[in-house]
């Protein structure tokens, strides 16, 4: 029978490596095709693996808890169910010819997100398990080599063990591991939570910088906090910024998400501001072209986008996650809120698809929901515009000639100068404005 082996996919946006959290088949197990065989992490999101072929399961090339890079082998399978096991004198049928090549000549992908790396180098590694350093120094042979090799290794664990270690304050890859292959397991972190001993002279931090102590904690950075730290450099030294700031009278729209509220259709719906103003965003960037739009220096072009994907900014345990809306444009009020919910309950709970953080031409994020006012937000990398929407509350406010309490909200728009002169940003937002403070407007602008 042919042996076909599962290589971790591409799973886009410049990721190059994975944690497998948690395997959901077995050594021996049946698998269909499309078959959920895992769930890993990458520095955005939990992702659940299908597999793209139908087997026996004849090996799991990693543990849980241990990265593997882009295009290194997750499972291997054989492609026929296992046959018995041959009588005395009897030939096995598994080295016959003509059952080699066709499949076992394919290479295994994940349906959308794009092939293996081709190359044959080992992508650099985010700080966990043996790096490729320590690799080709033991190949040498040499213990100075090995030695200064292993000073940037970090110790491998899982993301419960690794949790534990940062809520007492211990920095996991000064923790020597009693598991296979320097596991660091949770009994680990426990001996040294009930010791409350130093770690030893060979376990110290490599580094001029004095160790946690005086009410110091010190926090690894995660993947993910990495990635959005280097996202928003990018965005900030890249594409030049701008925001202006529109404070609106709130209060109809919140009339009539109360009116809408009493509505069958959406009375098992999550509608508020946020979906309201999504629905209007995605409605208004159709007149703004140069705002739905991407800088590409590269080809020297301004790429104008036909749809309007929506990013939508969520803070997660894991960090700030932008899922994205795709042709938000499309979509009736009833199935832009239920998709929004959906995606941000996905986004909390780490569950959102490679797919689902990628491709977005404009962004929404609601500071307002923290109790602040306003903000500058910065823009999601690729992207040209993204507007932040204060907290509602009652202020008083001018209405018919009078001084009124109104609901009201603070509108930042950030813009990439780039791309977007100043009068069509004012335009956008007055008119993002104008339908909040009176929904009737909407069809003026359309």
């Known amino acids: 029978m042919t042996a076909q082996t599962f290589k971790l996919p591409d799973l886009g946006e410049g990721l190059t490596e994975s944690e497998v959290l948690n395997w959901k088949i077995k050594v021996g197990e049946h698998v269909s095709l499309n078959q959920i065989i895992a769930e890993v992490e990458t520095a955005k999101a939990v992702v659940e693996l299908p597999s793209p072929f139908a087997g026996i399961v004849q090996k799991l090339h990693a543990d849980e808890g241990q990265v593997v890079p882009v295009g290194g082998p997750l499972v291997t399978f054989d492609d026929q169910p296992v046959e018995p096991q ?31 790396a081709a190359s044959g180098k080992r992508p650099a590694r985010r700080g966990r398990g043996k790096p490729a350093a320590v690799d080709s120094a033991a190949a040498t042979d040499s213990p100075a080599a090995v030695h200064e090799a ?7 664990s ?26 660091v397991l949770r009994r680990d972190v426990e001996a040294l939570i009930s010791s409350s001993a130093e770690p030893a002279a060979d ?49 109809k729209s919140l009339d009539l998400i109360d009116k809408l509220r009493a509505r069958r259709e959406f009375r098992n719906l999550k509608l508020n501001i946020t979906s309201l103003t999504a629905l209007v965003v995605s409605r208004l960037l159709l007149n703004f072209p140069s705002v739905n739009a991407r800088w590409d220096g590269e080809n020297d072009e301004i790429i104008h986008y036909a749809d309007v994907n929506l990013g939508m900014a969520v803070a997660s345990d894991r960090g700030l996650l932008v899922p994205v809306l795709k042709e938000a444009q499309n979509k009736p009020l009833t199935s832009l809120a239920a998709e929004l919910s959906e995606l941000i309950e996905h986004a909390r709970s780490g569950s959102l698809t490679a797919s689902q953080l990628s491709g977005g031409t404009f962004s929404i994020t609601n500071v307002g929901v923290f109790g602040v006012d306003a903000g500058t937000p910065i823009l999601p990398p690729g992207q040209t515009g993204i507007l932040a929407l204060g907290q509602v509350k009652p202020r008083p406010w001018e209405y018919r000639g009078e001084v009124a309490l109104r609901h009201t909200s603070t509108l930042a728009l950030s813009f990439d100068h780039r791309v977007v002169d100043g009068k069509e940003a004012s335009e956008l937002l007055a008119g993002i404005g104008a339908v909040l403070e009176d929904p009737g407007m909407m069809n003026f602008f359309l």
């Open 203 to 251: 376990q110290r931090p490599v580094s001029d910088v004095p160790a946690a102590g005086n009410g110091q904690t010190r926090v690894k950075i995660s993947a993910m906090r990495r990635a959005t730290a280097n996202a928003m450099v990018q965005s900030a030294f890249t594409a030049p910024h701008a925001t202006e700031f529109l404070m609106v009278d709130v209060t």
């Open 150 to 156: 292993a000073r940037t290794t970090v110790a491998r």
């Open 86 to 116: 041959a009588k005395d004198g009897e030939k096995s049928g598994a080295g016959t010819p003509g059952h080699q090549g066709g499949a076992a000549e394919r290479t295994p992908t994940l349906v959308g997100y794009g092939a293996p």
């Open 158 to 183: 899982t993301p419960p063990v690794r949790k534990l270690a940062r809520d007492h304050g211990i920095d996991i890859a000064q923790v020597k591991g009693s598991g296979p292959d320097g596991l």
